[in-house]
């Protein structure tokens, strides 16, 4: 049978962002280690006319690969901001033969891509395993993340946290959640996901399950090393403007979670919920969810404009 995932729906999805004006490129962050990154096109092209656009950066959820999580905000916002949207290692087409799995790695990778391709300052928006390597960005790379945009998120996975989430699921290990082996645990991942998950028929779940969890192993490795221990997780000043944006049903990181954050990072924090969203509030309501960031986007670059 034929999966409607590889076979139709990524090939559309592709193909939009491309009419949208971005372009996915292979870059080598070193021999060994190679990041897939959707980039505008323009900047691949030789041209001094190239107009000067602020730069946006999606860093996707441990659910789907980059272009997947953040599809419709990388159309909405391709005409205003310099757009790049990078598979994390073990997503997409991003890989390396380097052992270390922990978010500061890829965090790494991330910003040394970046550079390569130019890119000086940025905001970060992140989702999930996302904002987790974005606030390591925003720590261990000051100079380049100016701004950040999370959503359903942690500064850290400290142990405490992850223990009391786990038992809260009935479960072992964020594998037994994020990574399904079957069409009931695709519906439980969605289901703990979203605010109110749709029907959709199982075949609808046996291909996305078929097409989205390859590197297996890895990233298995990579969920084990999100955990650091209690007396480990710092709490760094950040100096960047950091903007919580969450779904108001967020079944895995809710409200308390929110005002820890807020509580942590101090006034360069703000805080806006989404209405009827769950976890993945930017695929759920992705039309809200752009609306509310592309206004605390333009406030990000008006402070800039005033500084």
């Given at each position: 049978?034929?999966?409607i995932?590889k076979?139709?729906?990524?090939?559309?999805?592709?193909?939009?962002v491309?009419?949208?004006?971005?372009?996915?490129?292979?870059?080598?962050?070193?021999p060994?280690?190679?990041?897939?990154?959707?980039?505008?096109?323009?900047?691949?092209?030789?041209?001094?006319?190239?107009?000067h656009k602020?730069?946006?950066v999606?860093?996707?959820?441990?659910?789907?690969?980059?272009?997947?999580?953040?599809?419709?905000q990388?159309?909405?916002l391709s005409?205003?901001?310099?757009?790049?949207?990078?598979?994390?290692?073990f997503?997409?087409?991003s890989?390396?033969?380097?052992?270390?799995?922990?978010?500061a790695?890829?965090?790494?990778c991330?910003?040394k891509g970046l550079?390569?391709?130019g890119?000086e300052k940025?905001?970060?928006?992140?989702l999930?395993?996302?904002?987790?390597?974005?606030?390591?960005?925003?720590?261990?790379?000051p100079d380049?993340?100016e701004?950040?945009?999370?959503?359903?998120?942690?500064?850290?996975?400290?142990?405490?946290i992850?223990s009391?989430?786990?038992?809260?699921?009935?479960a072992?290990?964020?594998?037994?959640?994020?990574m399904?082996?079957?069409v009931?645990?695709?519906?439980?991942?969605?289901?703990?996901?979203?605010?109110?998950?749709?029907w959709?028929?199982?075949?609808?779940y046996?291909?996305?399950?078929?097409?989205?969890f390859?590197?297996?192993?890895?990233?298995?490795?990579?969920?084990k090393?999100?955990?650091?221990?209690?007396?480990?997780a710092?709490?760094?000043?950040?100096?960047?403007?950091i903007?919580?944006?969450?779904?108001?049903?967020d079944k895995?990181?809710?409200?308390?979670?929110?005002?820890?954050?807020?509580?942590?990072?101090?006034?360069?924090a703000?805080?806006?919920?989404i209405?009827?969203?769950g976890?993945?509030?930017?695929?759920?309501?992705?039309?809200?969810f752009?609306?509310c960031l592309?206004?605390?986007?333009?406030?990000?670059?008006?402070e800039?404009?005033?500084?």
């Open positions: 049978m034929v999966n995932f076979m139709l729906v990524s090939p559309l999805v592709n193909g939009a491309k009419l949208a004006g971005l372009t996915p490129k292979l870059v080598e962050i070193e060994g280690t190679v990041l897939n990154i959707w980039v505008p096109t323009e900047t691949l092209k030789n041209t001094t006319k190239i107009p602020p730069v946006v999606f860093l996707h959820s441990f659910a789907a690969n980059g272009i997947l999580t953040w599809f419709f990388a159309i909405s005409g205003t901001y310099s757009v790049y949207v990078p598979d994390f290692i997503f997409g087409d890989t390396t033969d380097k052992s270390d799995r922990t978010t790695f890829q965090a790494e991330i910003a550079s390569k391709l890119v940025c905001t970060i928006v992140g999930s395993y996302g904002g987790m390597v974005g606030f390591k960005m925003a720590r261990n790379y380049l993340v701004s950040m945009v999370v959503s359903g998120t942690l500064m850290e996975m400290t142990e405490s992850n009391a989430l786990l038992k809260k699921f009935n072992n290990s964020w594998s037994d959640l994020l399904p082996t079957s009931d645990g695709v519906k439980e991942m969605m289901s703990v996901g979203t605010h109110k998950l749709p959709l028929p199982d075949f609808f046996k291909h996305f399950l078929e097409a989205l390859d590197n297996r192993k890895e990233r298995n490795e990579l969920l090393a999100l955990v650091v221990k209690d007396k480990d710092g709490l760094p000043n950040y100096t960047q403007r903007h919580l944006l969450w779904g108001d049903d895995i990181f809710n409200s308390d979670i929110v005002s820890n954050i807020k509580e942590n990072l101090g006034e360069k703000s805080v806006e919920y209405g009827k969203a976890h993945l509030s930017p695929m759920e309501r992705p039309f809200v752009t609306q592309k206004k605390v986007l333009s406030s990000f670059q008006t800039v404009k005033n500084k």
